[in-house]
């Protein structure tokens, strides 16, 4: 985790530009004080404030996402930039440092990053020809530049959350972006065609429609948790079936996390995809699901070497983990491949296919790595564990035959030999 002084200028940057980027706005988009201006500042702040009570923790570092932005997106369109900015202040005071009492570190960051996810999307819908206005007639010709306003509002509130968990989790941005907020974002995006909805209504019948609102409101929050819920029971439940596994040998416990960790740092510094890199992360941690069957148990604890019979099961747990968990209809296929060609040599010689070079998928030669670097860094019970020295001399020594260059080198840079 990040040391309190680094999350403090954290926060304390993304203050200075809000207020930098708010005063902006103000300046140039002075306020509207009319009664029916107000009046619609009132209400979508009412909405907005009730959305934030709906809020899901939805990452290890606390982010969280809720349904408040459709009231941000709509005061883009009835209330313009200043509207908008002003509606972030007011509910992020109100429910940040009011009913919630965040932590203030955490609480000046969120404020931030709304109010600047809010400036930034109202200048780009009044750069892109939109007009703020509480008329049916001026309405109609908003939409396209409205879906300019929702990209940039959540290009900003994207890069300021993961930014903002990268320091937290000393995590790449990107990496945070690929495995957690960019996949938040794309649901996000799509609703976002529903404060379109909200700010007809409400020029269309006034205040009282937007108790309409509620209803979708409630069913996206309803959406996210049933779907973040399901991510992490699946999670969970092949955490548990890993730890299973490897509870039967005290010399591999902890093994599958230790080479999951190690392939997403390799697939992270080789740039790989956020998806891709998801996918290698759980084909890693499940790579020996096939060694569950009872009949590897003895060989695994054995302290000689193995009889014929013994190598050619062992050889075929890359396809019994596959037949185990191919079951799984929502599984990546890329995770299949991880976990079938793990086993696979650079030079062809290794197993169950003898693919070679480029040939095999590139989360297998990821694995491939971490699983030899984790099994020569721990005790066995036919050996002891070898010296970090020792490990990166068999690294090189075996590159271009057992393992692909670029990923050994990519290993080291990513110091998976430094997490134990």
């Not at 439940?237 to 010399?251: F, G, H, M, P, W």
């Not at 998801?278 to 084909?283: K, L, N, W, Y």
Request: hydrophobic share 50%.
């Amino acid at each position: 985790m990040s040391t309190p002084a680094t999350f403090r200028r954290l926060s304390i940057g993304a203050l200075v530009v809000a207020i930098a980027v708010a005063t902006a706005v103000f300046v140039y988009f002075p306020i509207d004080l009319s009664r029916d201006w107000i009046l619609a500042l009132v209400t979508l702040l009412g909405l907005a404030i009730l959305s934030a009570y709906l809020a899901l923790t939805v990452t290890p570092g606390g982010a969280s996402t809720a349904v408040d932005f459709l009231a941000h997106l709509a005061a883009i369109i009835l209330l313009g930039p200043s509207g908008a900015v002003l509606l972030a202040i007011i509910q992020q005071l109100i429910i940040e440092f009011g009913f919630l009492k965040k932590p203030a570190l955490r609480a000046t960051f969120n404020l931030a990053q709304v109010v600047t996810a809010s400036a930034i999307g109202g200048v780009a819908y009044h750069a892109f020809g939109g007009s703020p206005s509480l008329e049916l007639l001026q309405f109609r010709q908003s939409f396209p530049p409205f879906i300019i306003a929702v990209l940039a509002y959540w290009t900003t509130n994207g890069v300021a959350v993961s930014w903002a968990l990268s320091t937290l989790e000393r995590r790449r941005p990107l990496e945070v972006w690929g495995q957690v907020i960019g996949v938040i974002i794309v649901f996000d995006i799509a609703m976002s065609t529903l404060s379109y909805l909200i700010a007809l209504m409400y020029v269309m019948y006034g205040p009282i429609s937007l108790l309409a609102a509620i209803v979708p409101m409630i069913g996206l929050r309803y959406s996210y948790g049933v779907n973040i819920q399901l991510q992490q029971l699946n999670q969970d439940l092949l955490r548990v079936l890993i730890k299973t596994l490897e509870a039967r040998d005290k010399y591999t416990s902890g093994h599958s996390e230790r080479v999951s960790q190690r392939s997403r740092l390799i697939a992270t510094q080789l740039g790989l995809a956020g998806r891709k890199i998801r996918s290698i992360e759980a084909g890693a941690l499940l790579h020996d699901i096939g060694k569950i069957d009872l009949a590897y148990g003895e060989i695994l604890r054995q302290a000689g070497p193995l009889t014929p019979e013994q190598r050619e099961l062992i050889r075929a747990h890359p396809d019994k983990g596959v037949e185990i968990v191919s079951s799984v209809r929502s599984l990546d296929p890329q995770i299949l491949d991880c976990i079938r060609h793990h086993h696979e040599w650079f030079d062809g010689t290794g197993y169950p296919t003898g693919l070679s070079g480029e040939n095999i998928p590139i989360g297998a030669r990821i694995i491939m790595i971490s699983d030899s670097v984790d099994a020569m860094m721990t005790d066995r019970p036919y050996r002891k564990a070898l010296s970090l020295d020792e490990v990166k001399k068999e690294l090189l020594r075996n590159s271009g035959t057992q393992f692909d260059p670029l990923v050994v080198e990519a290993a080291l840079d990513a110091g998976v030999l430094d997490h134990a």
